[in-house]
Every structure is written in structure tokens, then in C-alpha cells.
């Protein structure tokens, strides 16, 4: 089975700005995570999508957004962005309960200047 | 609300001894603890995990970890360390509540970096 893909894997952006971020899950997968990781805060849950609806979110402004799609790929957005948003994105599938453990894709690395 | 600690940001162990990744974790409920590795560049990987069941849990590449409620502890370990183990290494709790209702978050620790010294 092919695993998480995310695209782009590297991005740079302008303060101000803002990015879309793509993820494809695992075949057959329904849910899919957003975390945000940086060397300070370490990785930090951004939310959570199952069936194309929001089951979690976590404490982030609301510039932070996302949505899932009927086949289960997943975008999130971060509009007026700010150089604190310089992160390594990484975005995560699952079966959907809550002893699945979660599959991670490589990530996608956010510049912003 | 949930917490993951990992007390140690680095841990030097020479090759073929045993190594001990230590993490501890405060929940109100009962936790569904993981671990996961992250090599450089990379996402990260899941090693095993602990739902329910037998306390020592067998995993990928030759890890385990032992579940201990009373010391609210999940260390993972190896019997033999190899050099390719040096990696950045993340413990995560979920919890489910008492009348059985989960939460999706996984919180993590901080990590350790694991270095395997020739």
C-alpha cells in the first residue's frame, strides 16, 4: 500500500501570505490528523477530519483551517501568514477509532519570510 | 487535560548495549500510549503501542515497552542497540474517558534523541 503523501514537500512564502498544504491518506483510511512541528514547541495537534467532518481541533488561531474530502484527502490553509509558521506540517492517517495507531507522511516544510 | 513527559532531551548508549527510552504520562481517564521515530528529514514512524492487555508490548525493529499504571510510566526499550537506532524518539498518550468516549488527539512529548555510539 502506498503510504501518506503530502504535497509540496518544501514551500516559501512572504509574511501576509497564504498556503494551502495538500494530504493524500493511506488507502482506505477515513481519518486524517494535522500537526504542526517546531524545534521550540515540538509537535502540536492542529485537528483532526473523519468522513469530512472536524471531530478535534486543537489551540490555534483561526487562520488556521482545513477540510477533508469524500474520497478522504485532505487540505489545510493558513491565511495572513506570520514567521512564527515556519514548521515542518505533517499530516497523519488512520482507520478512525481511537486505538488505531496513526500513519505519518514526510511532511511538508514551511519558510515563511 | 493530558500530558506526555519525556525527561531526558538526549540519550547516549554504546552498541549492542541495552537501551531505555523513558516517558511518563498524566491522564484523566485510561491512556492509549504510542511511540513513534523520526529520522531526519523524515515523518514519523509508529513503533508499537499499548491499548489494553498485557503490560510489555512488542514492536517494530526489535523495540518494546513496558506499560507500568502504577508509575504511570511507558518506557521503550531495546536489548541490543544498533547504530541505525539514532533517531529522534516521540512518545504520544490519547485518552479515553471512563464512560468510554475517545479523543482523536494524540498529545506528544517532547522527544528524545537516541545516539548509538560505535
Known amino acids: 500500500k502506498a503510504g501518506v503523501t503530502q504535497t509540496p514537500r518544501y514551500l516559501i512564502k512572504t509574511r501576509g501570505q497564504q498556503v494551502t498544504l495538500s494530504c493524500s491518506p493511506i488507502s482506505g483510511h477515513r481519518s486524517v490528523s494535522w500537526y504542526q512541528q517546531t524545534p521550540g514547541q515540538g509537535l502540536q495537534f492542529l485537528f483532526e477530519?473523519?468522513?469530512?467532518?472536524?471531530?478535534n481541533k486543537g489551540n490555534f488561531p483561526g487562520r488556521f483551517s482545513g477540510r477533508q474530502f469524500s474520497n478522504s484527502r485532505s487540505e489545510m490553509n493558513v491565511s495572513t501568514l506570520e514567521l512564527g509558521d515556519s514548521a515542518l506540517y505533517l499530516c497523519a492517517s488512520s482507520l478512525g477509532d481511537t486505538f488505531y495507531e496513526q500513519y505519518f507522511g514526510p511532511g511538508t516544510r514551511l519558510t515563511v519570510t | 487535560a493530558q500530558s506526555v513527559a519525556q525527561p531526558e532531551d538526549q540519550v547516549n548508549v554504546a552498541e549492542g548495549n541495552p537501551l531505555t527510552v523513558k516517558c511518563t504520562y498524566s491522564v484523566s481517564g485510561n491512556p492509549y500510549l504510542f511511540w513513534y521515530v523520526q529520522y531526519p528529514n523524515r515523518g514519523l514512524q509508529f513503533l508499537l503501542k499499548?491499548?489494553?492487555?498485557?503490560?510489555l508490548v512488542k514492536g517494530s525493529y526489535g523495540f518494546e515497552a513496558e506499560f507500568n499504571k502504577s508509575q504511570t510510566s511507558f518506557h521503550l526499550k531495546k536489548p541490543s542497540a544498533l547504530v541505525s537506532d539514532s533517531a529522534l524518539y516521540f512518545c504520544?498518550?490519547?485518552?479515553?474517558?471512563?464512560?468510554?468516549?475517545?479523543?482523536?488527539?494524540?498529545?506528544f512529548g517532547k522527544g528524545t534523541k537516541l545516539s548509538v555510539i560505535p
Open positions: 499499548y491499548i489494553t492487555g498485557d503490560n
Open positions: 504520544a498518550v490519547r485518552v479515553v474517558a471512563y464512560s468510554g468516549a475517545g479523543s482523536y488527539q494524540l498529545t
Open positions: 477530519y473523519f468522513s469530512e467532518t472536524q471531530r
